[in-house]
């Protein structure tokens, strides 16, 4: 690559390895970025509670499920069950929608642009001078206050 300087690792380091010396941070910085580091471990761990858990209580260890799931599991064995059931229901008729969706559009184009408004016709319908008109084409944001009848009371930037 012409033009780039080329970037050298230091003799004996791994080149893949962006930070060779993270005691060159600030204190604040490290503590901050471990803090972090600690938090999304203690998330990931969190995710992974329930596998772990089945696993356990497959190997007999039955006393994880008393302390996590609830001492009658049984109930919550029976929710999941319905949670599933639903959460099944709800994307077979969300799939089943879209299919008829496509079946019922499939080759009909219904989006398009509006017809355009003239100059005369966006006066009339606001009630704006054509001073107002340009002056509102012109900025970058408007503000028009209404009367209670919908009239078009004051027009400025």
């Known amino acids: 690559m012409k033009g780039r300087p080329s970037i050298q690792a230091p003799e004996g380091a791994d080149p893949v390895v962006i930070i ?12 901050v ?3 972090m580091t600690l938090v999304a471990w203690a998330a990931w761990m969190y995710l992974w509670l329930p596998a772990i858990t089945l ?7 039955r006393r ?4 996590i799931v609830a001492p009658e599991g049984g109930i919550i064995l029976r929710a999941t069950l319905v ?27 219904r989006r398009g642009a509006g017809e355009p408004v003239s100059d005369r016709e966006m006066m009339d319908r606001l009630e704006i ?9 012109g900025s970058k944001s408007a503000f028009i206050r209404y ?8 027009v400025g930037e």
Request: hydrophobic fraction near 45%; proline fraction near 3%.
């Open 20 to 31: 060779d010396r993270p005691e060159l941070q600030a204190r604040w910085r490290r503590t």
């Open 33 to 35: 970025y471990s803090a």
């Open 55 to 61: 696993v356990a209580w497959f190997l007999g260890y």
């Open 64 to 67: 994880f499920v008393g302390e």
């Open 83 to 109: 949670y599933l059931l639903i959460i099944g229901a709800m994307g077979l008729i969300l799939i089943l929608w879209s299919r008829y969706n496509v079946f019922r559009f499939r080759g009909k184009t």
């Open 129 to 137: 001078s054509p001073e107002h008109l340009s002056a509102l084409r």
């Open 147 to 154: 009367g209670e009848d919908g009239a078009v009371l004051h």
